[in-house]
């Protein structure tokens, strides 16, 4: 997937392309854990937090439920690890702040099994999460978002797709997720492209470490725990360490057959089971 071209001389250039390293109000430097797309599936987040190096606080890029079967609980153990949350279309689906006509009837199916599982205090927590994008506290040259920074809904899948808000936007460096898609994009004053971690394995626990480059420009997808769909099953996360200036981007393995059990047991479509099984 690695391709780079040149962009045309005229094209548009980054504002503020010059990296440094600030340090957050209190100076102190940070590991962010970088969860996103966690999708109602307690064993895969349980895996990530066991998986993860040690971190200084969590950031949580949207969708905490719909497709899986453990909405409540996944919330809950959400809610233990920050205040750090960008609402994701599934959170707006289930807690009636979208409608379902755009959702296919498998997503449709699972938001409304969903809604039906909330209690009340959790159906209004998740109703009120923000809209992104925010601000990453302490880390001014970063902000997170669900889809793009121009639209929360929108999916940034391709080069194309990023092209914009990478070179457009003032914020040098973006979290997304919505995809499912573990990897990102880069662009500088020569080149844009897109990358995907390579991993070793296909069962084990692995990281893969990114080093930032100045005046470079990036928008991070860390990989959806809950319901990845780049081929790996895994669970997939991210921690990004803003002293060295790196991504870690990390698969773990999970109890992949207690999540398909539970989302049998639940009645949601089994294919919302068997899908878990190929990444897709
Ligand atoms: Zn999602």
Known sequence: ??????????????????????????????????????????EALEACLVAAPAYDLVANLGDIVGYGASPNEVIERSQSLGKIFVRGNHDKAATGLLQLDDFNPLAAAAAMWTRDQLPPEHHKWLQALPQGPIPLEGVPQAQLVHGSPGD??????????????????ATPLTFFGHTHLQGGFFANGNSADGFRPEYRTVGQAESVPLQLK???????????????????????????????????????????????????????????????????
């Open 1 to 42: 997937m690695r391709r780079q071209f040149g962009l045309p001389e005229n094209s548009i250039r980054p504002k503020s392309l010059r990296w440094s390293i600030i340090p957050s109000s209190s100076g102190v430097l940070l590991r962010i854990l970088l969860l996103s797309d966690i999708h109602a599936n307690l």
């Open 152 to 169: 929360e809904d929108v999916y940034i899948v391709s080069i194309g797709d990023a092209l914009v808000p990478l070179l457009a936007d």
């Open 214 to 280: 100045p005046d470079t420009r990036y928008m991070i997808n860390p990989g959806s725990v809950g319901q990845p769909r780049d081929g790996d099953w895994r669970a997939a996360f991210a921690l990004f360490d803003t002293e060295a200036q790196i991504v870690h981007y990390h698969r773990t393995p999970y109890d992949l057959k207690a999540a398909q059990d539970r989302i049998l047991a639940a009645g949601l479509p089994p294919r919302l089971a068997t899908r878990l099984a190929a990444g897709r």
